[in-house]
């Protein structure tokens, strides 16, 4: 089969691999309809030079149909259409039974060694009990990139408005306006946000963040943006921050304007931090919780929004490619023509 | 009167200095029973050369009796038994209405330029209304030392045990054996708490913590105080960390025995922290909660407890000074020889 293999800086290529195969009684097989790109594949195709440990597999986001199944798989039959969280789990371990599956003691990440990834024509997965959700849909719904954005990219920025805290009535700022902070928006709305406050200045981002329910658009970054949230929230600030991008300057304008005593639900992974801002989060009170989404929790709850026709992230998808085209599909985003990149094998 | 001034490193005074008359209406006079030293006060007295802008009046606890208010005073009388948060706020703003009396958008600290601090014979009181509990006892009570720890110290190891979540039958470490850390188990245990784990490596801090209802007691710190704690729970850490210290040490102890999707409950000032370990939070999605402690909010709650004999910290007072000998009880702080030194004028 055909996959998409990183080799390093600006150079991720689609190559032939062995096809997967059943190795473990708890694996299942599965044939992928729709992958992704994600704002995170960035991090490693921007990193100059070639790939530190060598070429890997890349792409966490699919949904396909199940073909093989091994002996002890019981929830997943082939044929089945099914959702793939961002990471696979067991689903029986205690973090996973405390909902964090993200932390399961014998789970791991796509594309690890001996490990397919999502970018491909098919995948082997680990544990597919505990780590796939059926979707009760045929393989050529028009529901697809919406079931896809449950990869990830929906269940994250869930996960952010979810660890800030974020109820009916709530006030949300949302920092970040990339697929992660629209989808935030939206999942904000979702859960009864009244006022949702995104931080953009790209027109085009800001146009879909108040289609998915944003109520106002700042356009200043930083300390700025931390000062025209203030000012649209009589100078208090707002009680739940969603903070989606993971740069100091995010953190910084994150956390100038969180209302005291308030919460900010984190999910950008912190590539480019140099250190919270602890004293503003000591002086004032501000909670700081979230981290890598436990989409697997989240799946059942969104998917049956998704089905039942009450939630439809898929706009975030402003370009689709046939996977043959993955490299265009990664330069596109990195220059940001796109916001997110559906591929299909 | 005389009162305790900070000059610099090691050099506090107590110096003759004005009394205290009602300035604003909203004003109060208190005539200080009892004060003390604060863990945090020893990170100015610790500080080498002269103080930064010139010496300063020091204290931020105090219990005593009201002996003239402004004429729009309505909650406090002279002769009422008063106890003092460690900083003065209206009690009106937003933020004092949504608990966050230390956000107080009229309020400010003890000691502060023009304003009286707590190691001193009386204090002008600012909006005594919002900032001052009347504890109906006489001046005399033998449980003033009790009453003194809701000024801050129990009301701060309150705050870390509410921020962290604990509850009911929960599972909680305490990083830190000062006198914050002491009423962080005290705290945890009126809570609800069943296990509790404490970090300290001094016997009598040891005792006095089992004393407060400590379970366990572990003598490493840093990584090996994280190692030892995860051994203790099955290997996945403590839902409920409590960082009662504020160092990097501290806290790479606190993020490593926190269990994944736990919560860490912070009130240690954070003097010597480089950086928060932002990717183990992120990782395992540990939040963190807290900061300075809102105690005035919940000072009525553990009065009634101390009143009802329910809840007795006084034991974290282990040495107790006339005022004129404030400067052996900085001494005796500065060198671990007491826990926590109590004054009387």
């Known amino acids: 089969m055909r996959a998409t293999v990183l080799h390093g800086g600006f150079d991720v290529r689609l190559e032939d691999v062995p096809d997967p195969v059943i190795v473990e009684p708890t694996d299942a097989i599965v044939r992928v309809l729709a992958s992704c790109i994600c704002g995170s594949d960035l991090w490693g195709y921007r990193r100059p030079g070639p790939r530190e440990g060598g070429p890997a597999r890349v792409g966490h986001e699919f949904v396909g149909v199940v073909t093989d199944v091994g002996a002890d798989v019981a929830t997943v039959r082939p044929g089945d259409v099914v959702i793939a969280p961002f990471v696979w789990s067991d689903g029986t371990c205690p973090n996973c039974r405390a909902g964090i599956f993200t932390s399961c003691l014998h789970g791991g990440d796509w594309g690890a060694p001996g490990v397919d990834a999502g970018q491909g024509e098919a995948v082997r997965v680990p544990f597919a009990d505990g780590t796939l959700v059926v979707a009760p849909v045929a393989p050529d719904d028009e ?3 919406a079931l896809l954005t449950l990869s990830d990219v929906m269940g994250t920025g869930h996960h952010a408005a979810r660890s800030a805290g974020v109820g009916p009535g709530a006030t949300v700022a949302v920092v970040g306006d990339g697929a992660v902070g629209l989808c935030a928006v939206l999942a904000s709305r979702r859960l009864g946000a009244e006022r949702v406050i995104l931080l953009s200045r790209n027109e085009r981002r800001a146009a879909l963040g108040r289609e998915f329910g944003a109520t106002d658009v700042v356009a200043e970054r930083g300390e700025a943006g931390a000062a025209a949230v203030l000012d649209l929230t009589d100078g208090l600030g707002a009680p739940h921050v969603l903070e989606c991008v993971g740069t100091q300057e995010s953190w910084v304008s994150a956390a100038g304007m969180a209302r005291p005593g308030g ?3 984190h999910v950008g ?3 480019a931090v140099t250190a919270l801002p602890h004293w503003r989060m000591f002086g004032a009170n501000i909670g700081v919780r979230g981290g890598v989404a436990p989409v697997r929790a989240y799946l059942p709850e969104l998917l049956a929004d998704v089905l039942a026709g009450r939630l439809d992230p898929s706009p975030v998808f402003d370009l689709e ?3 043959d085209q993955v490299a265009e ?10 916001i997110k990149v559906l591929l299909r094998p």
């Open 269 to 271: 992974v912190p590539m």
């Open 263 to 265: 919460t900010i639900g």
């Open 321 to 323: 490619l046939p996977l």
């Open 329 to 338: 599909g990664y330069a596109a985003m990195h220059e940001r023509r796109a």
């Open 143 to 145: 529901r697809m990139p």
